[in-house]
């Protein structure tokens, strides 16, 4: 049945946009082709592949999770994907093109808005149209949080008044200069257009491609993460898991399978995937990570495959064959809601949660609950398992972001083609470059290197 409603989507948006560019072609004057009726924009907000999929992983690229041959490097084609890979400073995103990270968030923002402008015909106190307006508000708020992940620094209450944010287009006019404000006004926003939705949208979607009540909280909930705010981080991961909280019980998937975690799994709050660029199917798991899996823990064996030479490959994807996954899930809001717990000194609460999740992780039978004796060895034990737990989620670049903040002292290394490549902590370049015609075309301000 998913199937068949995921199929008769897509033949749907197909001629929703068929019919769109013939309408282009048409006098101005014949609104009534103009999508303006409820199901009309319920439709646009279905567009799964505008909304749900190829969302940004520039920050998974860049991140330390994986590394490269120096054959498959060079067998890249896109010469900004290998330029990303050692964190070059400038020239990531090929001009001209709209298949970038960029052109996939602002196309969504930019539905969002062509909802939110079609639903000022309808009554407000209108259900339906509540609804569709909660939606089109969580769908901007979330490519304007992924944006701020990639094209600024991370959030400091410090400087986040003066720190560039990202451009926030809040209309679908062309002509309207874009301007980038404050990290602080980006936030703003976003926090502002998850306040309204939270108030608007369904405990339960229809289908977890379209936004939930627990979805709006999770996404929330790691905003705040991202901002440093560790308080309203838990309260709102909190807020997410009393509407929703199952786990999975990785005894009961196939880890011989090659993909043992199943697409729209159980533990999927909101479905969202990640673009994969071909560089990650030659990807390799760094060592180290690999090393962190003990025998019992069914990671192992379910988000891993070793390869003829020995090194690693991932294939835990929650999006089933789809490598990266960047959407909310039930493990997240645990982890979120342990680290808040640690970090405010509750280690019986932070320990609880961690233990309920790992549970279900391990070969039955052997997994024995962890302990700390105080909140920073319960922090210590949570951020290990949060790497091993979310890898490959397009959230580690954020969180090495926001750990150097906190003074963990996180230097990136790679080595390629007989150079050593260094990332330093709080690094500039952990602002990607906006791509060069975006720059050229609006006469932003690029981030500083």
């Known amino acids: 049945m998913k199937k068949y409603i995921f199929l008769s989507w897509m033949a749907f948006f197909a001629v929703l946009f068929s019919s769109c560019e013939k309408f282009l072609d048409e006098k101005a004057d014949k609104k009534l082709a103009v999508p303006v009726t409820l199901t009309d924009l319920q439709s646009m907000l279905d567009n799964y592949g505008t909304l749900n999929h190829s969302m940004p992983s520039s920050g998974e690229i860049s991140a330390d999770n994986y590394y490269l041959s120096d054959a498959n490097l060079n067998s890249i084609s896109q010469e900004g994907l290998r330029r990303m890979y050692v964190w070059e400073k400038d ?219 020995e090194t690693i490959s991932f294939k835990g994807g929650y999006g089933g064959s789809a490598a990266f996954y960047g959407g909310l899930t039930t493990d997240e809001m645990f982890l979120i809601r342990a680290e808040s717990n640690a970090r405010k000194g509750n280690t019986s609460a932070a320990m609880s949660d961690l233990n309920t999740l790992l549970v279900k992780r391990w070969k039955a039978g052997t997994f024995l609950n962890l302990s700390a004796p105080n909140p920073q060895k319960a922090l210590e034990l949570i951020l290990a398992e949060r790497r091993k737990e979310l890898l490959m989620r397009g959230l580690r670049w954020a969180d090495l972001k926001r750990f150097n903040k906190e003074g963990a002292n996180i230097t990136l290394t790679r080595k390629a083609n007989g150079i050593t490549y260094t990332l330093l902590p709080n690094d500039l370049r952990y602002a990607l470059p906006i791509p060069d015609d975006v720059i050229a075309l609006s006469g932003m301000t690029q981030n500083y290197r």
């Open 91 to 309: 020239h990531l995103f090929a001009p001209g093109s709209s298949s970038n990270d960029w052109s996939y968030l602002f196309k969504s923002v930019y539905v969002a808005n062509a909802v939110l402008e079609g639903l000022e015909s309808h009554p407000s106190t209108d259900p339906d149209a509540r609804h569709l307006k909660g939606q089109a508000l969580f769908f901007r708020a979330f490519a304007y949080h992924d944006a701020a992940q990639i094209w600024a620094l991370a959030y400091d209450p410090v400087s986040a008044a003066t720190d560039l944010g990202i451009p926030l287009r809040l209309n679908t006019d062309f002509n309207e200069e874009s301007e980038r404000g404050s990290l602080q006004e980006t936030y703003l926003q976003i926090e502002n257009d998850l306040k309204q939705a939270i108030q608007m949208l369904p405990v339960k979607a229809l289908h977890v491609v379209r936004p939930s009540r627990a979805a709006a909280y999770g996404l929330m909930a790691r905003m705040y993460l991202n901002m440093r705010n560790y308080e309203r981080a838990g309260a709102y991961a909190d807020s997410c898991l009393q509407l929703y909280s199952t786990l999975m019980d990785y005894n009961k998937l196939n880890a011989a399978a090659a993909a043992p975690v199943a697409r729209f799994n159980a533990e999927i709050i909101l479905e969202r995937l990640l673009n994969s660029p071909s560089m990650v199917l030659s990807a390799r798991i760094v060592p180290e990570l690999y090393a962190q899996y003990e025998n019992n823990d069914l990671r192992k064996t379910i988000l891993f495959k070793k390869n003829t030479d």
